[in-house]
């Protein structure tokens, strides 16, 4: 008993430290390598007081009267510019592009004339919008405007849905096969990956988001099926232990990560027909038409992936694996069809998570590695293994990431949705929808 539980310690000190050097790897690589290659970026929010994030101002960076790049600000205000190297640059903003009614605090200061930029080291730089807030005791706190909390609320709910898509795969394969997936993270990317070139004319004529959205979800679901028929299915057959598994699904996601950034690079790349879109103002609500896109795709969905999970025979089968693998298959069901099935269907919903993720905020390399802990938090907090768990821990993800923004830096909202997490977990372990079960 005791060599088994100093094998099971050991084996889980490896995984995280394979964790670790798994998000460590490109920030050590990039400061060991050559300086004058270290990738450098000056980047922003464009924030209102009454109008919440602004998206679509165009913003460009200049050397000397060069311009070295452009960007357009994504649906959280959110912009960044990679810039050739350390050195002092012009920053200037296109006042035109501010949606109506927002304007530059100093309408004659649209450009910053000398930021500096230093070796290995991002810059951010602040346009200020709106007028200035009126001074007030230290001591009095001002709760947010009801338009903004209107407006995070509708973020998170379109987040949440989001992640909840992505999350659906992870969950399923966990239930069906007992399988830590890292690289379900990576199929997030490449769906997102695939509807930008088929999109964008790079492969291909260059559909429409539509078209390409949905040859990127089949394509991500075949590789799926490949994943299972290929890798997956031997070691399994093999009885290969689940921390081994784990292992190579980490190997697995950084051959993965990598490979994008090799062919795509690591530049910001909206979808043509969602580059910039005027903003659409119901009272205090402020949206954009491909908010309601992507959240009318997302809901009907997940409609029909309740339907066929309550109303179909395969949906039953899934259950039914999910329960108790071997009494399914002593039953009667194809165990090893209804996994391969579970793969196709999970890399097809994450890929559609990356089409709606990136449709918001643009394509990158790294979106699914970015997006994988709050995908793993919703699955966890949902109930590990439940068909419906993922759904309820997406949305709750969502919406409190979201609305955290209100009174901490944006960088920090998965931080508070996380922290919330472990505070659920501390008093109901199995998660919102799991079922608490007698181990020993």
């Given amino acids: 008993m005791k060599s088994d539980l100093a094998r099971r310690l050991v084996c889980g000190a490896m995984v995280v430290v394979l ?44 050397l000397g009267e060069e311009v070295v790049g452009t960007a357009s600000s994504d649906a959280s205000g959110e912009w960044r510019i990679v810039v050739p190297g350390p050195g002092t640059y012009r920053v200037r903003i296109d006042p035109t592009t501010l949606p109506e009614g927002v304007s530059l605090r100093d309408p004659e200061r649209t450009e910053l004339p000398a930021v500096r930029v230093l070796e290995g080291r991002d810059k951010r730089v602040v346009f200020a919008l709106g007028e200035r807030a009126r001074p007030r005791p230290a001591d009095v706190v001002r709760p947010p405007s009801g338009n903004r909390v209107v407006n995070r609320l509708w973020t998170g709910l379109v987040v949440g849905i989001v992640i909840a898509l992505s999350s659906i795969g992870l969950s399923l394969v966990f239930g069906t096969t007992r399988l830590v997936n890292f690289a379900h993270g990576e199929m997030v990317t490449l769906g997102a990956l695939l509807a930008w070139l088929f999109s964008s004319g790079t492969v291909g004529p260059g559909w429409s988001l539509v078209i390409a959205g949905a040859v990127s979800i089949a394509l991500s679901g075949l590789f799926g099926a490949v994943q299972d028929r290929v890798l997956w299915r031997p070691l399994l057959d093999r009885r290969t232990d689940l921390i081994s598994l784990m292992i190579v699904s980490i190997g697995l996601a950084m051959l993965l990560r990598y490979t994008f950034t090799v062919f795509f690079g690591s530049n910001v790349r909206p979808f043509r027909e969602y580059a910039a879109q005027a903003p659409w103002v119901w009272g205090p609500l402020v949206l954009r038409p491909k908010q309601l896109v992507v959240l009318g795709v997302g809901i009907a969905v997940i409609a029909l992936y309740a339907l066929v999970l309550q109303k179909t025979r395969l949906g039953t089968a899934i259950r039914a ?42 394509v990158e390399w790294d979106i699914g590695f970015r997006l994988l802990l709050p995908i793993f938090a919703a699955v966890v907090l949902g109930g590990l293994g439940t068909a419906y768990g993922p759904l309820v821990g997406g949305l709750a993800i969502g919406l409190v990431s979201e609305l955290s923004t209100l009174w901490v830096p944006a960088e920090f909202k998965f931080a508070w949705a996380l922290f919330g997490l472990i505070v659920l977990l501390l008093i109901r372990p199995q998660g919102l929808l799991g079922r608490a079960e007698r181990v020993g």
Avoid: C, K, M
Avoid at 34 to 49: H, K, R, S, Y
Avoid at 322 to 345: F, P, T, Y
């Fill in 321 to 362: 694996t999910s329960d108790n693998r071997d009494l399914a298959e002593s039953s009667g069901i194809n165990v090893d069809r209804v996994v391969l099935l579970v793969w196709i269907a999970g890399s097809g919903l994450a890929a559609l998570g990356g089409v709606s993720y990136a449709t918001l905020y643009g």
């Fill in 19 to 62: 964790a670790v050097l798994a998000v460590l790897a490109p920030r050590a690589s990039a400061q060991e390598g050559d300086p004058a290659e270290t990738e450098v970026a000056i980047f922003g929010a464009l924030d209102d007081a009454d109008h919440g994030p602004v998206e679509g101002a165009q913003i460009e960076v200049l």
